[in-house]
């Protein structure tokens, strides 16, 4: 069976309920995109149908995406697959059930080379998992500096049932060795030169033998979500499982299992998915090797919350005092339980609790994988009272939220309360109420509204931009057009190929061709914005110093 005859294939019946309360999944919402957004068209990844409501977060490749707020948690407990969060590093291999192989071998007894039909006939569970990016809410973060990461909205999380063999049963088949005979950790991976970084151009990374052969951690080689194979931007044919962790952990188009002394050597085990402490950027990480430090590494997802209703830019009449519902999610890590959920409307002196919808039952070990949803019912009266809304969650281990953020470079695990501004508001009528302002959201408001961080953060950029850039501009002497480095938008079109590629940011003009093969994020994201105006999806991907590497590649400016 061919990707496309497996992507295609009808739902093999709704999975094992085990877990769930029957009443709440609306399985009629499960179905999966069926189309070819034109935003692929010209990418390497032409041939995967996606949802057309996602947000896409990296521009048209590679994907990364979430879903709005209001759909993703209007879709129930189980996420559609089609609105389930996705993080690509590079194009989509394509892979088929037939000829693909998974090695398991290192410090084990017996090697395996396992086929897709023989993975399946090993006994299998599904369960509900939340898989979460561990980069959730950092838009927040960079509004306050830009890490090294590109922007998500709170929506970088989702739940769906996943069906796979326990890892533990695999590593027992293959005679997997003993801590006393030196075996440590279980290393795993991609496909190779999947990615423009690292030895082998792969992505992986590993987690310790002891977690892998705790059956009480679920850790699946999954292949099969909500009932259905995987998607290709899910990992087809298999992935990596690992309820509890970040979804950087979760090694999609699984390939290689290897049990050794040591942790991973692969380049994203170390380069990605770490916290490092708030002084140390991206030079300072390199320079004093920050990347290797045992401590810095992250897995379990730490406490979180953050509210759907109101919406950003939602707005309340107060012609009547009316009971309104505060909403949202939460979850936490380590199969930990959420046990309470909080809002305050003044300013954190006091807190009221919010009633937590759980639809899930803990595993046999007692432990729990997936979101919350809580509301909170207040009156629109009260929101006279206050000017913002605060949001923050606690599990059974006693973590709770902080109230502000700590920076980190990678702009990972963002926490923080969760905190809505509410503003007086007059419609055209002159009926008063509130507007309701998230402080990051990725799409804009109804009203053309930003969030209220990245207000205060343009605010900051516009005082920077006054005092440096806009001097400097006005210094230049303008150049008529024609002359030698100004360009019009009709030569800089004609550059889209290997040969030669520029783009235009900003209103310059660089030549981007020259880093095609070391770009991080691959040739093929400079290509297809070849000829093009990249403004927009270059600032919100890029950290600092990828705006700093720029000027090496500028040649001239754009005429008017
Ligand atoms: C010569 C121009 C460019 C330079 C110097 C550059 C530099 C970089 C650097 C240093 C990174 C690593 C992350 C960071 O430090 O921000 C990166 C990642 C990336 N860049 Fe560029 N870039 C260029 C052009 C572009 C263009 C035009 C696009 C498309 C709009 C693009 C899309 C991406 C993507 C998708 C990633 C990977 C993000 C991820 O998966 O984390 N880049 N680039």
Not at 124 to 143: D, H, L, Q, Y
Not at 290 to 307: R, V
Not at 386 to 404: F, M, T, Y
Request: hydrophobic share 35%; aromatic share 10%; glycine share 10%.
């Amino acid at each position: 069976m061919g990707v496309s005859a497996l992507v295609a294939e009808e739902v093999q019946g709704a999975p094992a309920q085990a877990h769930l309360d029957k009443t709440t999944a609306d399985w009629g919402l499960h179905r999966l995109a069926d189309g070819i957004d034109q935003k692929d068209a010209d990418t390497p990844d032409n041939w995967i149908p996606r949802h057309p409501k996602i947000l896409r977060l990296t521009g048209r490749h590679p994907l990364n995406c979430e879903s709005p707020l209001d759909l993703l948690l209007g879709a129930g407990f189980v996420t559609p697959v089609s609105l389930h969060l996705v993080r690509n590093h590079g194009a989509v291999p394509k892979l088929d059930w037939k000829t693909h192989r998974i090695e398991v071998g290192g410090l084990v007894n017996n090697p395996v080379s396992m086929s897709m039909d023989e993975l399946v006939k090993f006994p299998s569970i599904t369960i509900p998992v939340t898989v979460t990016c561990a980069g959730n809410r950092r838009k927040e973060e960079n509004m306050i500096k830009k890490s090294i990461g590109f922007n998500w909205g709170p929506g970088s999380t989702s739940c769906t049932y996943w069906t796979g063999v326990r890892l533990c049963d695999i590593l027992k088949h293959a005679g997997v060795k003993s801590p006393d005979q030196g075996a440590h950790f279980v290393c795993y991976r991609g496909p190779k030169g999947e990615l423009p970084k690292g030895e082998d151009g792969s992505y992986g990374t590993s987690v310790t033998l002891a977690a892998a052969m705790d059956p009480s951690n679920d850790i699946l080689l999954a292949y099969k979500q909500n009932g259905r194979w995987l998607t290709p931007d899910h990992g087809f044919p298999v992935r990596m499982l690992i309820p509890g962790y970040i979804g950087g952990r979760m090694v999609k188009w699984l390939s290689e299992i290897t049990v050794t002394k040591e942790e991973s050597n692969n380049f994203y085990h170390y380069h990605d998915n770490r916290v490092l402490p708030p002084h140390v950027d991206a030079e300072l990480a390199k320079e004093e090797g920050w990347w290797f430090k045992p401590d810095y590494i992250i897995n379990e997802l730490n406490i979180q919350s953050a509210a759907a209703r109101p919406a950003h830019d939602e707005v309340v009449s107060l012609k009547h005092n009316k009971p309104y519902k505060i909403k949202g999610y939460s979850f936490t890590g380590g199969g930990r339980k959420v046990i309470r959920v909080e809002v305050s409307l003044d300013d954190g002196s006091s807190w009221r609790q919010a009633t937590i919808h759980r639809f899930e039952k803990p595993n046999p070990y007692g432990k729990y994988w997936c979101w919350v949803f809580w509301d909170l019912t207040v009156e629109t009266f009260d929101f006279t009272r206050c000017k913002e809304i605060l949001v923050r969650a606690w599990d059974s281990s006693q973590n709770g939220q902080p109230a502000v953020i700590t920076w980190n470079v990678m702009g990972m695990m963002n926490n923080c309360y969760f905190r809505i501004k509410i503003h007086p508001h007059t419609d055209a009528s002159g009926n008063i109420g509130f507007r309701f302002q998230h402080p990051a959201p990725i799409e804009l408001g109804k009203l053309g509204n930003m969030g209220w961080r990245e207000e205060e953060h343009l605010r900051d950029e516009a005082i920077k931009t006054v005092t440096t850039e806009v001097a400097a501009v006005q210094a230049a002497a303008p150049k008529p057009p024609g002359s030698k480095n100004v360009y019009t938008m009709e030569e800089v079109s004609k550059h889209t190929t290997e040969e030669s590629c520029w783009f235009i940011h900003n209103g310059k003009v660089y030549d981007g061709t020259s880093f095609l093969d070391d770009h991080p994020g691959g040739g093929d994201s400079i290509l297809i914005n070849g000829g093009l105006d990249a403004t927009e999806e270059f600032d919100s991907i890029h950290s600092t110093k990828a705006k700093e590497m720029l000027k090496d590649y500028y040649i001239g400016d754009l005429q008017g």
